[in-house]
């Protein structure tokens, strides 16, 4: 059951880690020289499918975190790695909830009104706590590889 656990922890992690700096490091540079009105709909296509996969990383990551330290040591005798990573990831999970609730349907309900300024002003909203998250998750990302050595 361990391996199981972990494995889908793993790849849960990579899944939100890794789009957020593919969207991050790759997507926003790349559509920067596009008309604002052309690049806001384009993340407001991009959104609703990265979403959906971080709400799942969420749920995955929550249930085989957990089950992972109930397998392994319990709440109570846990490793400073493990007491770090859970800090980081309630963090993370924070941010996200902060983010999909208040500036994300700000977002769309602006971009649908056609009030391009307001999108674009809520999108940078995003792009922040984005950025912020994604520090969070490759940090949280080395402290998993790093495991016992800490």
């Known amino acids: 059951m361990l391996p199981l656990a972990i494995g889908l922890h793993t790849l849960a992690a990579v899944i939100w880690v890794g789009g957020m700096f593919f969207a991050h490091m790759v997507l926003r540079p790349a559509v920067g020289p596009m008309t604002p009105k052309d690049r806001l709909e384009l993340w407001s296509r991009v959104f609703p499918r990265f979403f959906a996969w971080v709400w799942a990383a969420v749920i995955v990551l929550t249930v085989t975190g957990y089950g992972a330290i109930f397998l392994t040591t ?61 520090a969070l998750g490759l940090l949280t990302s080395a402290i998993g590889a790093a495991g016992r050595t800490f």
């Open 74 to 134: 319990g709440l109570f005798d846990m490793q400073i790695h493990v007491m770090a990573m859970m800090g980081t990831a309630t963090v993370m999970m924070g941010l996200f909830v902060l983010l999909y609730c208040v500036p994300y349907p700000r977002f769309m309900a602006a971009l649908a009104a056609g009030d391009l300024p307001g999108a674009a002003g809520h999108q940078a909203t995003i792009r922040r706590i984005v950025t912020v998250n994604l």
